[in-house]
């Protein structure tokens, strides 16, 4: 059975009795998530939640399912003036992402969809169908200036439902037949599939890929990024892009203080030997709901160790569960923020990473000719 209950009222629940509140949901909606709530986004004005009227209704629910929806946006080219983002374009193909990690910072913004940064994040998820076309657009205007695209910059490009709608290997197509640099960043094994885009992008100094691996612990990545490659395969995407001459990049991203800074030596290590060169790091940081979902997600796998590791996130984001300054959000502040990044700049130089750090090219870039309009001479 469902109530209705007003957000300002559910606003002021204890993030730390939601477990067994109004926004927990059933063990078959869990199954295979990376979030334990559903609460509502923060610009609606009520929520639903579950409970058991006595009847036992709620075990009759059917497992919770991943729906797609089709969108056709008006452009597909994202643009930032952030100071501390190395890159002011992107392209995210889809919102949501199944991979489901408790984590992931961009969950809020499914608020905008009047969905839930919880559960519909990873569950109720949205196709750009019509991305290729507006990249082709975009990139023909003759206004338009050629500056490397990251693609993965909110949610992962190679998220599961890749596979059916391949809208990432239709920009790729796109890219490279325009000459075009583009960043990815991913979590999936799935971007050998366009390894033979990637390859020829390689040549032309087009592309480089980045690898997020978060633990080499696979118990720990199962249930922290439950529908995401297992460590093993994205250190086999390494090895498998770097053999083929695409440039990589291992990214030790989230790192949690007090659950999985200690491998930053050996993911680097075993990153190193799969081929990578550049590397890099991030500090957790978790922003809005997210902070009630992993608090809540932590409780759940780590009650011993919980309230520590919350105690030294608020330590490196200035007393709080975020810190949002340009400058320090992706490394934190404090002493044990500087000792992370001691210990993965001392372990990167060590291995020999970032020696070089890649340009990508943009002379390459090629505008076709628009119908009508002359061809240039030189």
Not at 76 to 99: A, K, L
Not at 207 to 222: G, H, M
Not at 230 to 254: D, N, Q
Not at 360 to 371: E, K, Q, V
């Amino acid at each position: 059975m469902t109530t209705l209950i007003d957000r300002r009222q559910a606003s002021g629940l204890d993030p730390s009795a939601l477990g067994a509140g109004r926004y927990a949901t059933l063990p078959q909606q869990q199954r295979g998530r990376g979030a334990r709530l559903n609460m509502p986004g923060r610009y609606e004005r009520h929520g639903t939640a579950l409970f058991d009227d006595g009847w036992q209704t709620l075990e009759d629910l059917p497992p919770l399912k991943t729906t797609v929806f089709e969108e056709t946006p008006k452009k597909i080219i994202t643009t930032n003036d952030s100071p501390d983002i190395s890159f002011r374009q992107s392209i995210n193909p889809y919102r949501g992402c199944e991979h489901g990690c408790s984590y992931c910072y961009a969950r809020p913004t499914h608020a905008y969809m009047g969905l839930s940064p919880g559960l519909d994040f990873e569950s109720k998820l949205f196709a750009k169908t019509n991305a290729a076309e507006l990249l082709r657009a975009e990139l023909s205007s003759p206004h338009y200036e050629p500056m490397t695209i990251a693609l993965g910059a909110n949610t992962d490009p190679y998220q599961p439902i890749e596979r059916d709608y391949r809208i990432t290997r239709q920009v790729l197509e796109v890219l490279a037949e325009y000459g075009h640099p583009v960043g990815i960043v991913t979590k999936s094994a799935l971007v050998l599939r366009d390894i033979d885009i990637l390859k020829d992008m390689a040549k032309r100094n087009l592309v480089k890929v980045a690898v997020s691996v978060t633990t080499l612990d696979p118990k720990l990545a199962r249930a922290m990024e439950p529908r995401a490659a297992t460590p093993t395969k994205r250190l086999g995407a390494l090895e498998g892009l770097s053999a083929a001459g695409i440039p990589t990049v291992v990214m030790s991203a989230p790192i949690i203080p007090g659950l999985n800074d200690s491998e930053i030596d050996s993911i680097l290590k075993t990153a190193y030997a799969a081929g990578a060169r550049e590397a890099g790091y991030v500090v957790l940081r978790l922003p809005l709901e997210v902070k009630d979902i992993f608090r809540e997600w932590l409780t759940t796998h780590f009650p011993d160790r919980a309230a520590k590791v919350m105690s030294l996130i608020r330590q490196v984001r200035q007393g709080k569960e975020n810190d949002a300054t340009f400058g320090r959000r992706f490394t934190g502040t404090g002493p044990y923020a500087w000792s992370i990044g001691r210990r993965f700049e001392m372990a990167a130089q060590r291995l020999g990473f970032n020696r070089e750090r890649l340009q990508l090219a943009t002379d390459a870039f090629r505008r076709p000719p628009m119908p009508g309009e002359q061809l240039k001479l030189f």
